[in-house]
């Protein structure tokens, strides 16, 4: 009787939702899409503009990445923030043998305090590999649904401030086939795996300081000291990047940490961001940028994802203000998104893509690969490796991964996430 349980359940959730999806699926962009595939070889237009300073070499570009800068955050993501200095002002042990053992879990505090009376307060979870004696790589990861749902535990504090409607409620059938939809790691990474091939999680909840919502985003600047009407006004995606930077000055002072190998992972929104952090701070040695799409490593002028006016129509407060003006005028942008991979080299970048995520626009994203890899070149590094989307070749820093399905995080993915840190980041 139990077994025929969820065969009952899907079919009455069938029965039920099947009107609803279809609904759902034709007036909601991202669902329609999934009804596409990416193109198999990446094929679209070239990127442009072309990179600057390249004609002159690697003293050419050096000398052209504070203008590249420059216009990523005039163009895109607002002005980065002020720097600010962080204390870590409480340190708990909540338990030596988490994950099966696998690691030591700690709760810090970070108080970060700006100029101008600007302050914030990171909780930041720590996950350290138990077994091993020398300083472990740390691989950073911002949550959306808050600490608690990330790391898979009811026994650390509750998030400062509340989760996004949909991280709630657990256990629900609609929960249920939004986790088989999204991957079985949207939420929650794979902890005990992590920590068993040797890396720590940093782990926080970027509602701590900017929660992903419109309304409130001019209270995250003011906050932070920051006129919130500024023209060049950071979006969320910068206040997430400037987060991880944060996260990063604390570990640095972390013996159990290996600063020198940090990494940060995200998905989607997130993984903007942490192309972003990468961009901006050459502390981050490793970005795993999994389907970031528009606004992340995808072409704008490809024209296939989605499109600027939609994106800053349904979140205003992810770029610049200025950004929104280039809907509808994607070839005057003066930069595209092999500008910000480029901004990484020569450090390392994974781009994560699936077939069926034509939102994220994977061949745009490809061919922004192509076009960034010869900047690692010219630091005497391979870039770019592969000739194929579907084979990751992690030999390169910079490197594209590409599975069947949907958005979401999968368990394809962290096999090749953890392979590619694996290669990049050797002691
Ligand atoms: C929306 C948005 C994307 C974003 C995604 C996500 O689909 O349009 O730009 O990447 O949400 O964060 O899951």
Known sequence: MTQSRPLLRTSLFLALAAPL????????????????????????????????????GLDGWIQARPEVQALLSETL????????????????????AAYNGAGRLEMLTLLISLPDDGQGVIDLALVTPNGSSSAAPAILIPSDCGLQAQLLRTDISLNRNPVPSYCEPTGSMLEEYASSFFGEYVVSPPIEQILRRGYAVAAWHESDIAPDRASLHGETLSALGLDPDAPDRPGVIGVWAWMMSRVADALETDPQIDASRLAVMGHSRR????????????????????????????????????????????????????????????????????????LIAPRSVLLGNSWRDVWSDPA?????????????????????????????????????????????????????????LDARLEP
């Open 21 to 56: 999806l279809l609904g759902i699926a034709a007036s909601c962009s991202p669902v329609r899409y999934i009804m596409m595939t990416a193109s198999p070889t990446g094929a679209g237009p070239d990127a442009e503009p072309s990179l600057p300073g390249l004609e002159n």
């Open 77 to 96: 993501y607002g002005a980065p923030l002020p720097v600010g200095v962080v204390e870590v002002t409480s340190r708990a042990l909540i338990d030596d």
């Open 271 to 342: 993984a903007k961001a942490a192309l972003l952090a990468g961009a901006r701070d050459e502390r981050i040695g490793v970005v795993l940028a999994h389907q970031s799409g528009t606004g992340g490593a995808s072409l704008h002028r490809d024209n296939l994802g989605e499109p600027i006016g939609s994106i800053t129509d349904s979140y205003p407060h992810w770029f610049a203000p200025g950004y929104a003006a280039y809907a509808e005028h994607e070839d005057e942008l003066p930069l595209d998104a092999h500008y910000l991979l480029a």
């Open 364 to 420: 745009g994203a490809w061919r922004a690969a192509e076009a960034a890899s010869p900047v690692w070149s010219l630091y005497g590094v391979d870039g770019l490796n592969q000739t194929r989307l579907d084979q990751m070749d992690a030999s390169g820093r910079l490197a594209y991964h590409i599975r069947p399905a949907t958005h979401g995080v999968r368990a394809e993915d962290w096999n090749a996430f953890l392979d590619f």
